[in-house]
């Protein structure tokens, strides 16, 4: 067993332990994982147009004064995002679909963002590659 590999027995609890959950990290950051996660992220973020749609939400919020300062503008962009998280009803800021109006939101809709699911879904496929990688269950 290498330094970068922490061994997990079968039956351990979730939550995970504070020390597990250092392990792995550590195990994570020793097999130069993190960066190639934060890649694959930024790679599909952008592929999927969210790096776009956020964006022109942050300009948006900053022009119409809705937010006034970096700490607001992450404030809301991230209340948004886990609003808009689970539900069909959530869009991107100017998509397009059915049910929309001529700005691309849904009719009196409030304008939220929404990580889409092909990000989720490759992100969670890169996660656990990449803690498959480092750990060993025996």
Same mark, same amino acid.
């Given at each position: 067993?290498?330094s ?8 351990? #609890?979730?939550? *995970? !332990? ?7 990290? %550590?195990? *994570? ?8 996660? #934060?890649?694959? *992220?930024?790679?599909?973020? #952008? ?10 939400? !942050? ?20 209340s ?32 939220? *963002?929404?990580?889409? %699911? ?21």
């Open positions: 067993m290498s970068s590999r922490v061994t997990v027995s079968p039956n351990f #609890q979730t939550p *995970l !332990t504070p020390n597990l959950k250092s392990s792995i990290n %550590n195990a *994570l950051i020793a097999s130069n994982a993190i960066p190639k996660i #934060q890649a694959a *992220l930024l790679h599909e973020c #952008q592929a999927a147009g969210f790096i776009t749609s956020l964006r022109v939400r !942050t300009l948006e919020l900053l022009r119409s004064g809705e937010c006034n300062s970096y700490g607001e503008v992450m404030e809301r962009v991230m948004e995002i886990k609003a808009g998280s689970g539900d069909g009803n959530s869009i991107n800021v100017n998509g397009s679909g059915k049910d929309r109006d001529v700005n691309g939101d849904p009719a009196g809709a409030e304008k939220r *963002l929404r990580v889409p %699911n092909r990000v989720i879904e490759e992100g969670v496929k890169v996660v656990r590659g990449a803690v498959e990688g480092c750990v060993e269950v025996a």
